[in-house]
């Protein structure tokens, strides 16, 4: 079975220079579209994950080490570790510690439990 997924107009121009519309039918077998569909929400998906959408409210902050921490529900130290790890984004300037409220919402997002 094949499907019409839809219509390529492309404009030419004829030989007294007047543009014409050719139309082209393009039709795809159905598990060919479904496979197109699956590949393009996948991708969409792991977009999402990767970079969620923290809604229309959310503005980013910095957060100080203790801010951070509090936000994770873990202490100080545990934060810093996972700092040094390269687990969670952040900024050391001398002895303090900047996180941006978005890098520890990501962290929570793609931790492996």
């Not at 039918?25 to 994950?49: F, H, R, W, Y």
């Not at 994770?72 to 934060?79: G, N, V």
């Not at 890098?103 to 492996?112: A, C, E, F, P």
């Amino acid at each position: 079975m094949l499907i019409i997924v839809g219509l390529k107009i492309r404009k030419t121009l004829n030989f007294n220079n007047m543009e014409t519309n050719t139309i082209k039918v393009v039709t795809v077998p159905v598990g060919d579209l479904l496979s197109m569909i699956s590949n393009a929400v996948n991708s969409e998906i792991e977009k999402l994950v990767n970079n969620p959408r923290l809604g229309e409210g959310f503005k980013d902050e910095v957060l100080d080490r203790k801010q951070a921490a509090q936000l994770l529900k873990l202490s100080e130290q545990t934060l810093t570790k996972l700092f040094l790890e390269g687990r969670v984004a952040g900024q050391k300037s001398g002895s303090q510690y900047r996180f941006l409220k978005s890098s520890i919402v990501n962290y929570l997002s793609t931790k492996n439990n």
